[in-house]
Each structure stands twice: as C-alpha cells, then as structure tokens.
C-alpha cells in the first residue's frame, strides 16, 4: 500500500488561521523585525516566504539589512530588544563565517526569541517548558500529533543535529516520552539504526539521501530537506524507494516547509500576548 | 576478563589538585553558597561531601537554609546574585514538592550557576558551549576522556532522563560525535537498545537495574546511582553479572560520585575567573 501523503499545507493553515482569527478579534497587529545579513539566496527566499505569510494574517513583518559586521547586527539587536512596538526579533540563519550565531541569538530579548533558537529556550525546552519552542520542530510535533501518531515509547531516530530541528526537536520528543537517538555524520551503521526506528526525520540538506533498504516497513518519514536539483525542490528522502514501504511521508514541498512559517506566527502570537499581559 | 575498575577517585583528585594549585598560586579564595531547602537526609549527605571537599582545596562553602517558600528561597538567590563576593550559587536538588525547580534554578545568575543547571546553560550545550556545564554530565565526559574511551561515531545509551545527567550529557555526547540515545521509564525493548551500545551510562536510581544479558561483550559501563540497600551504597547496574562482560566499569562507590564534586570545584574555580577578568 502506498504511504499516505501528510498535508503539511493543510495543517499549518489550520494554526494560521487560529493566529489570524485572534488578530481580528482582539484588534491587535503584532510585529517582527527580521534581520537579514549577508547574500544566501535561500535566506533571502525564507525572509521572503514568512514575510507574506505573516503579513496575510495581520502580522507586521519588517525586515532590517545590517552592515555585516558583529557590532552593528549586535546594536540593532539592542536597539529592537529596547523597542516595544516590536514583538519578535528574528536573525536568519545561516549568518555569514566568522559571524559566531550564538553570539548573535543570545543577545536577542528571549521574550522577543520568535524563533525559538536562544541558548535559554532551547534550555528550557530540557526542563519541558515549551512556552518559546523552536519553529521548525515545533512543527514537526504538531505535525506528528495531528496525525495521531503514538510518539509515547515509539523509537524515534533524527539524522542531522541542527538548532533549528535536531538539538530542540529530541527534547521535545523526549518531552513525549519517545525513545530518541539522534545521528549525524559521524555515525556508524546509521541503517542498523534507521530499520529500527518506528519514525524517522530527516535534516540533513542531502537530496535522497534517506532510501528504502533504509527502513522498515510502515515507518512515519518526515521530510525536512529542501534542496534545490536541477531547479526542482527535492527532499532528504528518496521518495520513490520508501514511497511503497513507508506508511506516512511528508512531501516537499508542501510538508515541513509550511509549518515553520505558521508556527513562528504562533510564536509570535504568544510573545505578543504575554508582553501584554499586564496591559 | 573481568572488567577494569574506573578509579573515579584518583581522576577526581587530579581535578581538585588543579584547582587547589590554581588558587594558592593566586591566593584567592572562591565562594560557593549552597541553598538547602527541606529535609531530604540523601541531599544533606551531598551538600556534606561537597562542603568539606570544597573547603579542603581553599574554597570557601556557606551554607543556607531558607524557609520553604518560593518567595523566600527567590528573594535569598536575588541578594545572593547582587553579593560579589560570592561566586558560585547552588540550589540543592531535589526541592520540596510544590516548588518548581525550573523556576528556582532559572533566577540564578547564570554566571554564577556552578552546577550548570540554569536552562541557558543546558541551551548553550546545543551550540557547543561547555562554559558553565552540568556537574555529573562533565564528570563523565572527564572519566570517558581520561580512560581514552572513543566516543566519535561510538553507540552511546542513556538511561534517564534527567536534568542532571540525561539531558546535559546527550548534548556533550553529541559534541563529541557520539550517536546518542536517551532511554528511560516508556522506552520499550530496551535490551535490544542496551545490546548495541559500545557505552551505557544510567542514571535511573533503580539499584541493580542494567544487568549482564542487556549488555554486549566489551561495553563500557557508567554507574550514576546511588541506592541505599541494607545500608550499602549500590548503584544502578549489577556489578556481579556485568563485571565479566563489560571492559570497563565505574564503581559505586568511587566512580562518578567524586567527579561531580570535583567538576564542581573546576566549575567555581572558572567562575571566579570569568568574574574577576575585568580586574
């Protein structure tokens, strides 16, 4: 039996408009500030694709270009943390070599972290406080969990060690009580590993990388890859080896892509609530 | 071939020479003030050892017991943040029931957390930051170190969960390229987990609980418990059935124990550093 195609399009809608509908009847407009530095096409494109996503649900979106240089990102970082107008702060990453990132996102207000990548949120994701978390596995969960997927004593394996998705992405299924190994380039045997695993999640930028003879049967695979091939967007999994072994996939695009984008609107919403909570 | 015998002791005594040697040469004198809250005998036993071992190699240990109030022990951390002759500030663990550790540990100045618990230090792990690191945790990267144990590529197992151990060390682990996996009470088949590991560390507090048929030949073993049974310390493996298996093994007593003591005092000792760097 084919895999079942998980609509992440669809589930990330179903939140931005949940964050979209308080907007409109609270009368409210928070606002992001992204700070983009350097010259990544691919940040430019995200920079881009959350700006109007947000925009379309009532969300301010400005976005700042520093002069590459640690002192000015680091005064404009302060200068936003000052400002109350704004709600979230977002650096996007990849910054530029010899830009150390934590440097960088530690500085940012924690309150303001929409992102969910300085040092004390992914910290207190150990602690199970998930009030900040990470976009992109904040996704991932939501994902899993709109899908019904028992993540309670399920081997859970993650390839590729990120903050953006493996370092806050394992917390938080330990959170949920999953069994979690996370692997990386340095791992030996990796699909000893991977046939053991009830849900695998893929992070690593390598188009295809994940194959069938990787897996076994009736796994939950999610696609966390984007990677440009020939001018097509392709994921980390070789979709065609597991599409017939697999029992859930998440296409790219269209899978994990979208729910970062509706789960920083979430982020946001929530920082904007609770910097008003003594209004 | 029965195991080696780590000598948790002797590594731990060339820590505290080092630090002790560190503060005669500079005839100064760190301090650490140790909150204390409730009557759990094993956490007086605890605060006990560090104390005196603290205080034989020159660093000054205070001792504070407040009430048993949230108010209470947050308005002592806060006075205790603004003092600068104190270095170090250490909330025993566990605290009373009803009192939530995150929010305590979290109002340290993490400057001062000499236990590496504050979320911001746990979170500055995920991005290769050991500065301020967790005390068990380090003590038995320090141990895996100093016996030459590889842990680049190695299968690593983590038995527990906790804020201590469990989720501090799979960061370091992950640093050091290990392919990490943190089991605990709702993983399930965890033999078939244990089996493939080339080190098992557990932390779960169950006396005798890893046993020699959920091992492979040569593995090495880390004890973190410390069990009272008929009045003897045992840890959480059960040394006559793994002692002929493993290649090596920590003692309990004498194994990590005297690490955690002796990361603390290498913890303090930095910490006064970082804070008189301006001087």
């Given at each position: 039996?084919?895999?079942?195609?998980?609509?992440?399009?669809?589930?990330?809608?179903?939140?931005?408009?949940?964050?979209?509908?308080?907007?409109?009847?609270?009368?409210?407009?928070?606002?992001?500030?992204?700070?983009?530095?350097?010259?990544?096409?691919?940040?430019?494109?995200?920079?881009?694709?959350k700006?109007?996503?947000?925009?379309?649900?009532?969300?301010?979106?400005?976005i700042?270009?520093?002069?590459q240089?640690?002192?000015?990102?680091?005064?404009l970082?302060q200068?936003?943390?000052?400002?109350?107008?704004?709600?979230?702060?977002?650096?996007?990453?990849?910054?530029?070599?010899?830009?150390?990132?934590?440097?960088?996102?530690?500085?940012?207000?924690?309150?303001?972290?929409?992102?969910?990548?300085?040092?004390?949120?992914?910290?207190?994701?150990?602690?199970?406080?998930?009030?900040?978390p990470?976009?992109?596995?904040?996704?991932?969960?939501?994902?899993?969990?709109?899908?019904?997927?028992?993540?309670?004593?399920?081997?859970?394996?993650?390839?590729?060690?990120?903050i953006?998705?493996?370092?806050p992405?394992?917390?938080?299924?330990?959170?949920?009580?999953?069994?979690?190994?996370?692997?990386?380039?340095?791992?030996?045997?990796?699909?000893?590993?991977?046939?053991n695993?009830?849900?695998?999640?893929?992070?690593?930028?390598?188009?295809?990388?994940?194959?069938?003879?990787?897996?076994?049967?009736g796994?939950?695979?999610?696609?966390?890859?984007?990677?440009?091939?020939?001018?097509?967007l392709?994921?980390?999994?070789?979709?065609?080896?597991?599409?017939?072994?697999?029992?859930?996939?998440?296409?790219?695009?269209?899978?994990?892509?979208?729910?970062?984008?509706?789960?920083?609107?979430?982020?946001?919403?929530?920082?904007?609530?609770?910097?008003?909570?003594?209004?």
């Open positions: 039996m084919p895999a079942k195609l998980i609509d992440g399009k669809k589930i990330a809608d179903m939140y931005l408009t949940e964050v979209r509908d308080y907007i409109k009847t609270h009368g409210i407009m928070p606002k992001i500030v992204t700070i983009l530095v350097g010259d990544d096409p691919a940040s430019h494109t995200y920079v881009d694709i700006q109007k996503t947000c925009q379309k649900i009532g969300i301010d979106v400005e700042h270009r520093p002069v240089d640690k002192d000015s990102i680091l005064q970082i200068k936003l943390n000052n400002d109350s107008s704004v709600n979230g702060i977002l650096v996007q990453l990849p910054l530029p070599p010899g830009i150390n990132e934590e440097d960088i996102i530690s500085r940012i207000d924690e309150s303001k972290d929409v992102d969910g990548l300085h040092p004390m949120n992914i910290g207190r994701l150990a602690y199970g406080d998930e009030s900040m990470a976009c992109t596995a904040f996704g991932i969960i939501k994902i899993l969990e709109n899908e019904n997927i028992e993540l309670e004593g399920s081997n859970v394996v993650i390839l590729g060690r990120g953006h998705v493996g370092k992405l394992y917390s938080m299924l330990v959170n949920r009580n999953a069994t979690v190994t996370l692997c990386h380039s340095k791992t030996r045997n990796l699909s000893a590993i991977t046939k695993a009830d849900i695998i999640i893929v992070a690593i930028g390598k188009s295809g990388y994940l194959t069938g003879d990787m897996i076994k049967e796994s939950v695979l999610i696609d966390v890859g984007i990677n440009k091939v020939n001018g097509e392709k994921g980390d999994i070789d979709f065609d080896s597991v599409k017939n072994k697999a029992s859930l996939i998440t296409p790219v695009p269209g899978g994990v892509g979208p729910m970062t984008v509706a789960m920083l609107a979430k982020n946001t919403l929530s920082a904007y609530i609770r910097q008003h909570s003594n209004d």
